[in-house]
Structure formats: C-alpha cells, structure tokens
C-alpha cells in the first residue's frame, strides 16, 4: 500500500473536463469486463483504482488551483453514476474518498479554511476513507462509542469501525471519537494516518455483494491524531457544524448516486433483453411483449424520479454561498437522507424489474444483473437506513415521542 505511489497526476490545463471526458466509454468499457472477476474472487479494485488515478478521478473535486479538475458537487455526482453503471463497488469504494474531498468543496463555498488542508491532501495523493460506522450505534455520525483521550500534541483515539471501504489502500481515516472532558462538545472528528501505531485493519470482508469495495473492518488502538488533523469538535446529535452537515450531504448524495447508476444500467440491460429475446410461441420480439414494456417503463419512471432529485438537491448545495442559495435550514438533513432512501429504495426495486423482464437466464451467477442485485442491496445498510429515516422525518412533522 502506498499514497498512489506520489501526487496523484494533475489536471490539464485546457478547459475543465465533463464526466463524460473523465470517464469515457472505452475506459467503462475496461471497469466492467473487471468487474465479475472482482466479484468472483472477492478481490480489492486495484487496477481499476490505478486507471482512476491515472486520469486524476480522485482529483475531481479538487480545486484546479490546487491540481484538480474544480467539479461541482452536481457533476461529482454525474461521474459517480457513470462508473456505478459500469463497476457498482468501484464506485462505492472511491465515493468514500469523494466524500471527503466532498466536504472540502461545501466548506470552501462557505469561505472555511479548513477545506485548503484536505485539498492540499488530496492533490499530494493521499486517498481518504470513512471510519464512522460502529457496530450497534445508530446515531452514526451524531455520537460515537469509539473514544478519544486527550494528549500532549491531539488524542489517542481507540474503538473499532466497522465498513471502511478502501481498506487495501487509503492513507488518511476521518474518524469521530467521544471525548467525555468536555460534555458540552464531546464528538472529536479528525483524520488518521494509516502509519501511525495502533491500527489493525482486519481481512473479514466476504459479504453478498460490493464484494470489491473491500469495506473491512479497522480496529483502533491509541492511535495518535495529531491537533493538527482535527477537523472540529461537536455535541452530540445532529447540529449544523459545517464539517458535521458536510459530512453527512456529501455521503448521501455521492452514495445516491453510485446506486441510481446501478438503476441506470440495469434498465439498459433489461431494453437489452428486451430487444434480443424473443417468443418461441408468436416468434415476436419481447419488445412488444405487453408485460414487458410496461415493466421497462415501470423500471426508467422509478430511475427519472431519483434524477431529478439529486439534480435538485446537489445544485442547491453548490449554490452555498451565493445570493441564490436556499435556506432549508434543519431541513436540509432530512433532504439529504430521504433522497438517499429514495434512490437506494428505488435502485432497488428497478433492479427487480428489470430482472423480471429479461427472462431466468439472468438467474444464473456470472451473470450482470445476477450481481447488480446483489450489490443493489447494500444499501439498505448505509446510513441513513429506513428506520432512521422515518424516525426523523416523523418526529419533524408530529414531534417527539411523549410530547
């Protein structure tokens, strides 16, 4: 493992690429004749990640001062459906990094310093990963049971995290810690190196699917971060702190995106079956199948709807900053996490059309949309989950529980 053996290349100078430049068909094309074999031999995206890095994909975010190719968060999300149709845990691995890079970008649209630091990072290579999921804490970003101890230069940070997508390779961890000397601000959020003493990263990743994104668990030991690698501290429980609500737009929208990608290929596999299959009994083409073309339909409605949203949602957070901006106020984290729900919901059951629609054929392993179903369903597990979900979005509108 090293830091993408050096700063990850820079962009060109000439205007700013599209997703459609940064990632072109040719190279889709490579990520997904990769990806069964991944899947299969339940194997980390190495060679995936080192095309990635070639054409500055972890730099897509980052300001063009600073290397990158300067994206909005809406055409970060634009890009990320495009590799999820073509390598679903590809994208859910690299997205972990985005979300950082991410959270610089909303913090920057403020006027906050604090963004310069992680692009400086992210320009000289280094990948970032995600260690906020705890077994058993669903409060997820908004309280931890890992613990942070102060010391003489920040905190010895010690718990388990569970889900660290990226495990193979990144190179500085976001974690949250609890600090319980101050209570009124006990969340600590910072980034660990994956050189300092006291990190285990244990190879327990076998699950159904996203079997390439290789989310292992990390155990923590009294690992140093440094003061300088605090990025805030918090209360517990949701609050507006800007690296807090970046955090948490950043990650469900990026990982909205990788699953509408996933529904948008499968609904280009199943008008692919649609086409090339056709009625031993009519010898008419399951085109014109009834029952077919109204599951096709069924299937693209479901997808429509979830683009819209994110268009919606990503460009109100780009406008941060601006005259234009809108004030959601506490409403902005419902918004986050009900566009997610929405797109994984529906990700989901597009998938299932369109394995309704294509015939038992795709019934069989190896198959494309044998594992788009399978890796369609982590993310009923990413957080925000249902139950959260309409937790929160009930207690908005009738309250809490008892008044």
Same mark, same amino acid.
């Given at each position: 493992?090293?830091?993408?053996?050096? @700063?990850?290349?820079?962009?060109?100078?000439?205007?700013?690429?599209? @997703? =459609?430049?940064?990632?072109?068909?040719?190279?889709?094309?490579?990520?997904?004749?990769?990806?069964?074999?991944?899947?299969?031999?339940?194997?980390?995206?190495?060679?995936?990640?080192?095309?990635?890095?070639?054409?500055?994909?972890?730099?897509?975010?980052?300001?063009?001062?600073?290397?990158?190719?300067?994206?909005?968060?809406?055409?970060?999300?634009?890009?990320?459906?495009?590799?999820?149709?073509?390598?679903?845990?590809?994208? $859910?691995?690299?997205?972990?990094?985005?979300?950082?890079?991410?959270?610089?970008?909303?913090? &920057?649209?403020?006027?906050?310093? &604090?963004?310069?630091?992680?692009?400086?990072?992210?320009?000289?290579?280094?990948?970032?990963?995600?260690?906020?999921?705890?077994?058993?804490?669903?409060?997820?970003?908004?309280?931890?049971?890992?613990?942070?101890?102060?010391?003489?230069?920040?905190?010895?940070?010690?718990?388990?995290?569970?889900?660290?997508?990226?495990?193979?390779?990144?190179?500085? $961890?976001?974690?949250?810690?609890?600090?319980?000397?101050?209570?009124?601000? @006990?969340?600590?959020?910072?980034?660990?190196?994956?050189?300092?003493?006291?990190? =285990?990263?244990?190879?327990?990743?076998?699950?159904?699917?996203?079997?390439?994104?290789?989310?292992?668990?990390?155990?923590?030991?009294?690992?140093?971060?440094?003061?300088?690698?605090?990025?805030?501290?918090? @209360?517990? %429980?949701?609050?507006?702190?800007?690296?807090?609500?970046?955090?948490?737009?950043?990650?469900?929208?990026?990982?909205?995106?990788?699953?509408?990608?996933?529904?948008?290929?499968?609904?280009?596999?199943?008008?692919?079956?649609?086409?090339?299959?056709?009625?031993?009994?009519? %010898?008419?083409?399951?085109?014109?199948?009834?029952?077919?073309?109204?599951?096709?339909?069924?299937?693209?409605?479901?997808?429509?709807?979830?683009?819209?949203?994110?268009?919606?949602?990503?460009?109100?957070?780009?406008?941060? !900053?601006?005259?234009?901006?809108?004030?959601?106020?506490?409403?902005?984290?419902?918004?986050? #996490?009900?566009?997610?729900?929405?797109?994984? =919901?529906?990700?989901?059951?597009?998938?299932?059309?369109? $394995?309704?629609?294509?015939?038992?054929?795709?019934?069989?392993?190896?198959?494309? $949309?044998?594992?788009?179903? &399978?890796?369609?369903?982590?993310?009923?597990?990413?957080? #925000?989950?249902?139950?959260?979900?309409?937790?929160?979005?009930?207690?908005?509108?009738? !309250?809490?529980? %008892?008044?």
């Amino acid at each position: 493992m090293t830091r993408t053996d050096g @700063p990850v290349p820079r962009a060109p100078e000439p205007e700013t690429p599209g @997703p =459609e430049t940064l990632l072109p068909e040719d190279l889709l094309a490579t990520f997904r004749g990769r990806a069964a074999g991944y899947d299969r031999d339940n194997r980390f995206f190495d060679e995936d990640l080192a095309d990635l890095v070639r054409v500055g994909y972890p730099l897509m975010l980052v300001p063009r001062e600073h290397g990158g190719h300067g994206f909005t968060l809406q055409q970060a999300v634009a890009a990320q459906r495009r590799l999820a149709a073509a390598a679903p845990a590809t994208a $859910l691995g690299i997205n972990m990094h985005h979300v950082l890079v991410g959270v610089a970008h909303t913090l &920057r649209l403020r006027g906050d310093a &604090r963004a310069e630091r992680i692009f400086e990072q992210a320009a000289a290579g280094e990948i970032f990963a995600f260690g906020i999921s705890e077994a058993g804490n669903d409060a997820v970003l908004f309280d931890a049971a890992t613990t942070a101890v102060g010391a003489e230069d920040g905190y010895r940070v010690t718990g388990t995290k569970i889900f660290t997508s990226l495990s193979p390779v990144w190179t500085r $961890l976001l974690v949250h810690a609890r600090d319980d000397s101050d209570l009124e601000a @006990p969340l600590v959020f910072g980034l660990l190196d994956r050189t300092a003493e006291g990190i =285990e990263i244990l190879d327990d990743w076998d699950t159904m699917g996203m079997r390439a994104s290789q989310s292992r668990t990390t155990v923590l030991r009294s690992v140093p971060l440094p003061a300088g690698q605090v990025l805030t501290r918090t @209360p517990a %429980g949701p609050n507006p702190d800007p690296v807090v609500w970046g955090i948490f737009g950043c990650f469900e929208l990026l990982l909205a995106a990788v699953y509408t990608g996933i529904a948008d290929r499968a609904v280009e596999l199943a008008v692919q079956a649609a086409g090339s299959r056709r009625s031993r009994a009519t %010898g008419a083409p399951s085109a014109e199948d009834p029952h077919v073309r109204r599951l096709v339909a069924e299937a693209a409605l479901l997808r429509d709807g979830v683009e819209l949203q994110l268009l919606r949602l990503t460009a109100d957070v780009d406008s941060l !900053g601006t005259a234009a901006a809108p004030d959601h106020g506490p409403r902005w984290f419902l918004l986050f #996490s009900g566009v997610k729900h929405r797109a994984t =919901e529906a990700a989901r059951e597009v998938v299932d059309l369109a $394995l309704r629609a294509s015939g038992g054929a795709q019934y069989s392993r190896g198959q494309e $949309l044998e594992r788009l179903y &399978r890796d369609v369903l982590a993310g009923m597990y990413h957080p #925000s989950d249902d139950e959260s979900v309409h937790a929160a979005l009930a207690t908005s509108l009738l !309250g809490p529980l %008892g008044g």
